[in-house]
């Protein structure tokens, strides 16, 4: 399974942005989808999860501001940020898998300025 992320970028504080995974392979083997961040300094945060079924899960830190969400036909999955804040500064990696941690992309960086 590969899986490659892309949507970072640079915004501004209170700004939007989406970020996208794709993923190719044994894609039939992809129960779990998710997204992780890993600011400078910090360790590597689960920031959401869905399931197969649609269920979602999200970390009290985004809860609200972030949404998760996929197109099971595109192999596809996103994570819409909104209301973004400097502490947002990270590099996201999308993964996934049986668990959530057993695929990941190779990362994508976002800034948010103040």
């Known amino acids: 399974v590969q899986l490659q992320a892309s949507g970072g970028g640079l915004v501004q504080a209170g700004g939007s942005l989406t970020l996208s995974c794709v993923a190719s392979g044994n894609i039939d083997s992809i129960n779990v989808m998710g997204w992780y961040r890993q600011a400078p300094g910090k360790q590597r945060e689960v920031l959401a999860g869905i399931a197969r079924d649609g269920t979602t899960t999200y970390a009290d830190s985004v809860k609200g501001r972030f949404t998760i969400s996929r197109e099971t036909r595109k192999n596809t999955w996103f994570l819409q940020m909104s209301s973004l804040k400097p502490d947002d500064t990270a590099i996201y990696y999308c993964?996934?898998?049986?668990?959530?941690?057993?695929?990941w992309g190779q990362g994508t960086l976002v800034t948010v300025s103040s």
């Open positions: 993964a996934g898998g049986e668990g959530l941690d057993d695929y």
